[in-house]
């Protein structure tokens, strides 16, 4: 058997473990496809259904979440600067040993892992955080093990462009008349020294 087929048997195995310990009766199975999905609305809408607060009958104290089953963890995207200036860090426990590791090398190790954090950092912090956490299955392919599940797409809404600011707004427009009033200017030169050859091949 080659590596990648033991890692990728590895991970099914990874995926299997522990849902003995779910209650599974009742759940729904929600598939997320993060390719093209920004990291941190992505991480909102997951924890909100892991918490089952999308359903009527969500109480703080009881454990109602949906199963939640990511796929191609490793396109997702994020904005800004934030592959190369967002970082991770861990200590060993040791004197001075504070690790610390970017997104971009994240991604490159491990892209479950980030959306894991992602999601696990929206939670709240008391004992159904585990339970939570086992319920979400992430995958850097679109392959998985649940296809005799009965899985239900998520359709991630709309993205709410915010209204720019009256300030940005005003540099923008007047970066627009700037540019063109220079293709405004150089086609007048242009018309200018056609019209300038004209004349002179007629004076001559």
């Keep these: ?17 522990g849902l003995r310990r779910i209650d599974l009766e009742g759940l729904r ?9 920004v990291l941190g ?3 909102s809408h997951i924890s909100t259904v892991v918490q ?8 703080p104290y009881r454990e109602e979440g949906d199963m939640c089953i990511v796929i191609n963890a490793k396109d997702v995207c994020v904005t800004g600067r934030k592959m190369t200036d967002k970082f991770y860090r861990w200590h060993t426990g040791y004197i001075g040993h504070l690790k610390e590791r970017s997104l971009k090398d994240q ?46 797409p998520y359709v991630m809404p709309a993205r709410q462009v915010r209204e720019m600011r009256p300030r940005a707004r005003r540099a923008m427009i007047r970066a627009q008349k700037k540019a063109e009033q220079q293709e405004q200017g150089t086609s007048n030169t242009r018309k200018g020294k056609k019209r300038e050859e004209v004349d002179i091949e007629l004076s001559a």
């Design 107 to 152: 991604m490159a190790k491990d892209p479950t892992e980030v959306i894991r954090k992602a999601v696990l950092r929206m939670l709240p912090r008391n004992k159904l955080r585990d339970d939570r956490d086992r319920k979400l299955r992430i995958f850097a392919g679109n392959e998985h093990p649940f296809g005799d599940r009965a899985l239900e």
């Design 29 to 37: 199975w929600r598939v997320f496809d993060a390719k093209g999905q």
């Design 1 to 17: 058997m080659s590596t990648a087929a033991q890692s990728f048997s590895g991970n099914l195995k990874k995926a299997l473990a």
């Design 41 to 43: 609305r992505l991480a």
């Design 52 to 59: 089952g607060k999308d359903k009527p009958t969500y109480t």
